[in-house]
C-alpha cells in the first residue's frame, strides 16, 4: 500500500497509536457547543435548523468531524452571525488519523503547497485513487486493518482527495508508470472505476497527468516513486518512502537532484494529450 495509508495501531506493535482530533477541532466544536447552549437549544433543535443530524452535530461539538463550508455558515446564520465561527473555521486542520506516521508531516505540507509533483510506479497515486481503489488497497494489506481502521482509510483518503478541488491554483503533476494502469487490482470493475476517475480529474484546470510508457527506453527516476512540493515562500521539499517509512527532505542540493530528475521524467513521459489518449483506450479495452 501506498504511502498515505492508514496504518494499525496494534498493541506491542512499532505503530504508534493514531492521535485523537486536533486541538483547532476541538475548540471550534467547544465554540459551537457554547454558542448553541447560550442559545438555549438543544442538538436536535440546532440540528434542524442547520439542516445535519444530532449525531452530526455531536460529532462536530467533540471535535471528532471536520465540519464542511455549508456546516459553518450555517451555524454562524443560526448562532447570531458574530462571525466568530466563521473566522475560526480558516484556522481548522484535520487530525492525522487515517495517515502513516512518517506521511503525516508531508500531508501538512500539501495542504499549503502551490505546486505538488508525484511520480510512482508501484500504485495509483493517493490524491487520485477511486474509493473501490483505496478498498482494494486496504483488503490486501498484510497483516489485515480492522474493519474501522478501514473504513477510516477510505474516509481520510476521500477528504485529502478534496484538495484538488478546493485547491483550483495549485498545480499538481502527476506521473505514472504504464505498468500501474494495467495492473487489475481489485478486478474490472473496480480498474473501470479507477480509470474513469483518472480521465475526469486529468480534465481539470489544474491538474497534469502524464504517463510513462513501458516501452520507453529512457528513465530518469528509476531510484523509485518521489514526491516535490512548492512551499508559498517559494522553497521545495522533496519526499521519498520504502517499506514502513518515510523521509522528507528538506537538503537543497538533494531536493534540486530529485527535482531534476522529476523534470527529466516529464520530458520522457508521454505528453498530457497522449496520455488522455491511452487512458481512455485502456478504459476502452476492459
Known amino acids: 500500500m501506498t504511502t498515505d495509508h492508514v496504518e494499525p495501531a496494534v498493541p506491542g506493535g512499532e505503530c504508534e497509536r493514531e492521535p485523537g482530533p486536533s486541538d483547532s477541532l476541538r475548540t471550534f466544536g467547544a465554540v459551537v457547543q457554547a454558542l448553541r447552549e447560550h442559545a438555549g437549544l438543544s ?44 473566522h475560526s473555521a480558516r484556522f481548522l486542520t484535520r487530525g492525522e488519523a487515517g495517515l502513516a506516521v512518517w506521511f503525516r508531516q508531508w500531508a501538512r505540507l500539501e495542504r499549503t ?46 477528504e485529502r482527495q ?5 485547491r483550483p491554483s495549485t498545480a499538481f503533476d502527476f506521473v505514472i508508470e504504464e505498468a500501474v494502469l494495467m495492473r ?30 513501458a516501452s520507453s527506453e529512457q528513465h530518469a527516476c528509476l531510484s523509485g516513486p518521489v514526491r516535490l512540493l512548492e512551499m508559498p515562500d517559494g522553497r521545495w ?16 542540493k538533494e531536493v534540486s537532484r530529485i527535482h531534476m530528475r522529476y523534470a527529466r521524467l516529464r520530458s520522457q513521459a508521454l505528453s498530457p494529450k497522449d496520455s488522455m489518449g491511452l487512458l481512455v483506450r485502456s478504459r476502452g479495452a476492459l
Do not use: W
Not at 436536535?44 to 465540519?67: A, C, I
Not at 452571525?81 to 466563521?86: K, P
Not at 478534496?162 to 478546493?166: I, W
Not at 521539499?237 to 537543497?252: F, K, M, V, W
Open 43 to 86: 442538538r436536535v433543535q440546532f440540528g434542524e435548523m442547520v439542516r445535519f443530524s444530532k449525531h452530526t452535530v455531536e460529532s462536530v461539538e467533540l471535535g471528532r468531524r471536520m465540519p464542511d463550508a455549508s456546516f459553518v455558515e450555517r451555524a454562524e446564520e443560526a448562532l447570531g452571525n458574530t462571525g466568530a465561527l466563521r
Open 113 to 158: 503547497a502551490v505546486n505538488l509533483c508525484t511520480y510512482e510506479c508501484r500504485l495509483i497515486p493517493g490524491l487520485l485513487q477511486s474509493e473501490g481503489y483505496v478498498r482494494a488497497l486496504c483488503e490486501n494489506e498484510i497483516p489485515p486493518l480492522p474493519d474501522e481502521t478501514l473504513e477510516t482509510t477510505v474516509q481520510v483518503r476521500m
Open 162 to 166: 478534496q484538495l484538488l478541488r478546493e
Open 184 to 213: 487489475r487490482l481489485g478486478g474490472k470493475q473496480v480498474v473501470a472505476e479507477q480509470l474513469d476517475l483518472l480521465i475526469e480529474l486529468s480534465l481539470l484546470r489544474n491538474v497534469i497527468v502524464q504517463v510513462m510508457p
Open 237 to 252: 521539499r522533496a519526499y521519498s518512502e520504502g517499506q514502513e517509512n518515510g523521509r522528507l527532505i528538506t537538503d537543497p
